[in-house]
């Protein structure tokens, strides 16, 4: 399988209660649990991600959380209490498509900002949109981050919230650009954006660099 790109490939080490809770609500498959190991895949073309996902699962004994096809990309995520048993499924996939982990995508941040004290009105119509995380209250402060290719925002999530004391609000993960929305205090959104900058740093500083990023 020498014809799939890897956009994505992002080892979380340890799940955040908040990130593992509100990947439970949207996980088709078995759920992870705080503390759980994460590994989140993405490739190009979509169709791809079934052969590797049945190549994770027989490698080792991680769960499958989700799998999302779509016509360009597909998404996987694999979870086990051992990180040792998901380091060694993402190992077996990228044998089968003669990729490194450094070959991945780099990560572009699309969009970050924080917007302070937000208003009563504002923060109902995000809590009437968006109904899987926690209610944005009136006079907090919400960090919103895009990146491109969308599964990096999984791990930057998780980064984030294990370096402030804030509370998650959304979590995308599929399609062109991942979106992530948090909500705290002004210092604490601002010690959570540093941190999802710091970690998508570190995701860049191993990957390849590409015409475009």
Known sequence: MNNIDLRVYSFIDS?????????????????????????????????????????????????LGEQVVERAFGSMEIHYRNQSDVLASGEAVLR????????RLPCRI????????????????????????????????MFILETEPAGYIVQAANEAEKAAHVTLIDVRAFGNFGRLIMMGSEAETEEAMRAAEATIASINARARRTEGF
């Open 96 to 103: 089968e498509i003669n990729h490194t982990q450094e070959e």
């Open 15 to 63: 799940l955040q209660p908040q990130l593992a809770s509100y990947l439970a609500t949207s996980s088709q498959g078995f759920l992870p649990v705080p503390g759980d190991a994460c590994l989140w895949i993405e490739v190009a073309p979509g169709m791809a991600v079934h052969r590797l996902s049945d190549i994770a699962l027989k490698a080792t004994n991680v769960r």
């Open 110 to 141: 699309a969009w970050k900002e924080i917007i302070r004290a937000i208003t009563p009105d504002h923060a109902t119509l995000i809590n009437r949109q968006l109904r899987k995380g926690s209610m944005l209250l009136s006079g907090k402060s």
